[in-house]
């Protein structure tokens, strides 16, 4: 309905229909690949959209909330199967859209399936608990209840999973939802939202609404009507939504920024820690908010591994993400590309060593390709050292023990994940106790999160709240106690 021989149009999701904003405008969006190359067209919406999204949402969640557990659970069942027999479109479209390789965007749609699929299992879960009463002819029990209208705010790096994680248990607990995606990655968002309308879910609980952040975001961190506002993307993007929601009584949810640490001991398997090195921190062109960018490595084998990180960093494949052998693909926007080269400058400034790429890939190519980069004698107080890149870009860092790896680690404002790589059982304790990250992995890459399992940072990376998992109930319902007395 939405698709030509040359791009895909997509309109806004409201109350169960496909329509225009009333801006009449369109917002382009191109492929990092080939920019003059035209992947689709998204609505640039306006506040009348979204006033129109929440008024369905919130009529619509009141009827909702009242089917069971097991009700809702088929729906997103049902939202699972059609996300995966669509999963080679909506893997293409990633692709073209953001630049992520098509095996990772591949991956990340079936992971998507599997999310609404853990979710539609919470439908027969527990909701709450009985309690004792000190009055023997009473019950007395906890409920968890939906908190309403939920808005959904998510970046363009995981235009399917990230949605997913937040819609998924937000749907399954009861509540409605009004999805603004990155416009970077909104045509494969908007293929994910006609999986869940084809899935069945009732008019008004699935809404999509695309355009500014500074209209919709704002506009849904403002609107009295949206209870809850959870958000993933950048720390001063959150921060400000935080501060607008928390202002009139909402309740928000932030995942931001990191800046993770990659420990390689003396003793560890060199060859494994390279491995991981290059996967957690080159992968999706380091465009994770998980990714290894800082190789914090013991002065003991520090020559070896780097030797070793850079003839693998040799053999990396940058290209389109089609090709199969693309390790990486482009930057996924013209700004992303150019402020990780603003970076790489500003390394080379403060007196890291650039010993492995920095350049452009501009020869026979029109994208937003960059070299994997590799500095050397990189210092904790170094800008590389300390802000979010978002690229790829790896920092390596010579310590003398892992205690000074700890600390040197612990040495910026971020926590979302660490790792360590090591054979002592001692200095895995110490790093798991010690070490200042919301996700912390031993002789493993610091990219990895399990759906089943709690998600945050500490610090700048989050508002200290958990996604995914079981824990994600804390966010999207509120508990009512329930005395009983007859």
Not at 295 to 310: A, C, H, N, R, S
Not at 325 to 349: H, L
Not at 363 to 369: H, L, P
Request: with cysteine.
């Amino acid at each position: 309905m939405k698709t030509t021989a040359e791009t895909q149009k997509y309109l806004n999701f409201i109350n169960g229909t496909w329509s225009k904003s009333h801006s009449d405008e369109v917002i382009e969006s191109t492929n990092p690949a080939h920019p003059t190359e035209k992947i689709g067209y998204i609505q640039n919406s306006t506040k009348e959209d979204l006033e129109e999204a929440i008024i369905a949402a919130k009529t619509a969640q009141t009827k909702w909330k009242k089917m069971t557990g097991a009700e809702r659970g088929n729906i997103l069942y049902k939202a699972a199967d059609l996300l995966e027999q669509n999963s080679e479109d909506i893997a293409r479209t990633m692709t073209q859209e953001m630049g992520k390789t098509f095996p990772e965007a591949k991956g990340e749609t079936a992971r998507g399936a599997a999310i609404l699929r853990y979710y539609a299992g919470e439908g027969m879960r527990k909701e709450g608990d009985v309690i004792p009463s000190t009055d023997s002819a009473a019950l007395m029990f906890s409920k968890r209840v939906p908190l309403g209208v939920v808005g959904v705010i998510t970046p363009w790096n995981f235009p399917v999973a990230i949605p997913l994680w937040k819609m998924a248990p937000a749907l399954i607990y009861g509540n409605a939802v009004i999805l603004k995606p990155a416009t970077e990655a909104a045509v494969t968002a908007a293929k994910v939202i006609e999986c869940l309308e084809k899935a069945g879910f009732p008019s008004g609980v699935v809404n999509l609404v695309t355009g500014k952040g500074s209209v919709i975001g704002q506009g849904l961190a403002e609107h009295h009507n949206v209870t809850a506002v959870t958000f993933t993307g950048s720390n001063k993007t959150g921060n400000h939504i935080g501060q607008t929601v928390a202002a009139r009584g909402g309740k928000y949810q932030l995942e931001m920024g990191g800046k993770n640490p990659l420990i390689v001991a003396d003793d560890c398997d060199v060859d494994l820690a390279v491995d991981a090195a290059i996967s957690g921190g080159l992968k999706s062109t380091g465009q994770k908010c998980t990714c290894s960018s800082r190789v914090i490595v013991q002065e003991g084998i520090y020559e070896t591994f780097k030797q070793k990180l850079v003839d693998k960093m040799s053999q990396i494949k940058v290209g389109d993400g089609l090709e199969e052998d693309s390790f990486m693909g482009p930057c996924a926007t013209k700004e992303q590309y150019d402020n990780v080269q603003r970076y790489i400058e500003i390394g080379q400034k403060e007196g890291a060593e650039l010993i492995w790429g920095g350049s452009t890939l501009r020869d026979n190519q029109d994208g937003y390709y960059l070299e994997p980069t590799l500095f050397d004698n990189v210092t904790s107080e170094m800008t590389i050292a300390q802000e979010e890149i978002f690229g790829p870009v790896l920092t390596l860092m010579k310590v003398s023990s892992v205690e000074e790896a700890i600390e040197l680690a612990n040495d910026v404002e971020y926590g979302l994940s660490a790792s360590i790589f090591t054979k002592n059982i001692d200095q895995i304790l110490s790093f798991i106790d010690d070490i200042e990250a919301g996700l912390v992995r031993v002789n493993s890459e610091t990219a990895g999160v399990e759906l089943q399992a709690p998600f945050g940072g500490m610090k700048a990376s989050s508002s200290y709240s958990r996604e995914q998992g079981e824990a994600a109930k804390e966010f999207f319902t509120t508990i009512k106690t329930v005395f009983v007395k007859g």
